[in-house]
């Protein structure tokens, strides 16, 4: 009985310290209207091998690129491109950061 009370008195402290600690993520926290105009503003292209030197494979799902895949490429870095899907995803889930650095993507465009 002790340690069920005492569970449901630290749950309370347990969502305020992760709710901080997500507000607090290199680049923030996206939302509602703000993922869907960082999605909106990403240029896509479709890849081409001969336009990318070493790094053949999208550095969220490291799935080599495929002639057939469209890339997102951030402006933080010419280097840093992506999947389509795997960047949108990354945003869609309130990430406001690249991947790679960190950088925040709402301050790119």
């Not at 992760?18 to 105009?37: E, F, K, M, S, T």
């Not at 309130?94 to 301050?107: A, D, H």
Request: hydrophobic residues 40%; contains cysteine.
């Amino acid at each position: 009985m002790f340690v069920y009370a005492l569970i449901i008195f630290l749950i309370p402290f347990f969502l305020i310290y992760r709710r901080n600690h997500l507000d607090n993520r290199p680049g923030g926290v996206l939302n509602g209207q703000a993922i869907n105009q960082v999605v909106d503003s990403l240029t896509r292209e479709k890849f081409s091998s001969g336009a990318f030197n070493n790094d053949l494979q999208c550095p969220i799902c490291y799935v080599e690129y495929d002639a057939a895949d469209e890339i997102t490429q951030l402006n933080c870095d010419p280097k840093h491109y992506f999947h389509n899907d795997c960047i949108v995803t990354w945003i869609s889930k309130g990430n406001n950061s690249c991947p790679m650095c960190r950088k925040e993507i709402k301050q790119m465009i």
